[in-house]
């Protein structure tokens, strides 16, 4: 294949994928894209698959990460280049034989966005393929296997449309079959199960987007937020604000804001949970707590998997130099951990919580829901964030933590998204962009665990594991196999090397 012809396909390929994530969400494209694949990589060495994919991978990340470059150009550089490279070792893990590359592909695609939810900084799960699949006939397989199995399934059907159009039928059928199984095994699998009413008001404050917390007023925001709550509708039997709306210097016990807010939970007769931020010399907490009518905080919750360069910054000295001290400007202390379980206790229930970034983490979800979770709340700030791509996924991956848990999800972000989404994943209700809103609905508290939330992501990483194992030990029998060489070419495809 001409290297000006491989060049074009693999940025279609990239590029196809890309606008398949949300906020485009053409969904079908990221099958379209994966379909060329296993011609891209034919007569290719496994240095050449590794340069083919990553460049793959940065016609997918550029344009879907593009929303870095107002933080940071080099920083938008670098992780797209990073994120682009787990691609490029997924390819060069491939085996030589096309026929046997369509097991394969499926499998190296799926572990290597496995991979990029794990490292670097504790993972970066943006722009995956699950979340461009959410809304497409297969994104129902997340309740059988999380994410992990949606990935697998998506990759196969692209795998499927590839060998229809090589006429490999016997490929092309087997992978068609296996994605269909998948999603009748998901119309049948556990999806838990209703245990009473709630009535709830997700509080949106509104106020301008592409904002910073170094750059805002504090007192501001807090007060958009209790102004919005005056339209919640009583009776109502949860409120939850969006993360860290709520900021002093010090703990937020005593407090003038700890007052309004026992004020607020007074004036509508249910338990408030808000997203404070407490500041202290060199750090900050970043928490979601539960206050009473009675003007108690009955629980809390502090957030587990803090943002990279956000939260924390990892090699703080080498960021400020790279960065001309702009690190430390946007990002002066580290959020501490958490280490408790993701739940807190109302009187109304057990609910589950995944502050902001943690939503995109499938364990973190699973962990509300292993630990009594009856609803999934995830409390957000996107207010930062140049565009509405980052606020678009993570509504996405809102409504993949639905369908992976059984569970209602509640969205509160400042300045949206906010989001009310069911457990079948569909978007009940959604605020625009910056408006000042309550989201406010009858929902139901759920229990039960999905298979997802069971077994975690094991079962699809087996499965990878062993159609790897395949394929690979298929390349290397079918040449034993094969006397006649004109045969043995045809087997892989006839393959001409780059020219």
Known sequence: MIRAVRAVRAVSAGAAIAFAMPPWGWWPLAVVGLALLPGLFDGTDRRGRFWWGWVVGLAWLVPSTVWVVDFSIPGYLVTAGLLSSFIGLAAAALPDDRRTSYLAIPAVLTLAEFARTTVPFGGVPLSTLAMSQVASPVGMVARVGGTVVLTLATVALGMAVAAAAARHWRPALIAAAGVLALVALAQVAPSGEDIGPLEVAVV???????????????????????????????PVELVLWPENVVSVSGSLTGSDEEDALIGLA??????????????????????SVVITPDGRTVSRYDKVRRVPFGEYVPLRGAMDLLSGGAVSRYVPSDAVPGTGPA???????????????????????????????????????????WLTIVQSQQVASSRLRALETGRWVLQAAPTGFSAIVSPDGAVQQRSAISEAAVLQQTIQRRTGLTWSVRFGPWPGLFACALLLLAAHLLTRRRPAATTDPAAAAASVGDPTPDR
Not at 214 to 226: G, I, M, N, P, T
Request: zero cysteines; proline letters at 6%.
């Open 204 to 234: 949106q404050g509104g106020g301008p987007q592409r904002t910073r917390a170094v750059d805002s007023d504090a007192d501001a925001v807090f007060e958009r937020h209790l102004a919005a709550s005056a339209d919640i509708e009583l």
């Open 266 to 287: 007074e004036r509508v007769g249910a338990p408030v949970v808000p997203g404070i931020v407490e500041s202290f010399p060199g750090e900050f907490f970043n928490a």
């Open 343 to 385: 739940v807190v206790d109302t009187p109304n229930g057990t609910m589950g919580v995944v502050i902001s970034w943690e939503v995109f983490f499938e364990r973190r979800a699973r962990d509300a829901i292993s630990h009594g979770g009856e609803v999934l709340m995830n409390p957000t700030n996107g207010s930062s964030y």
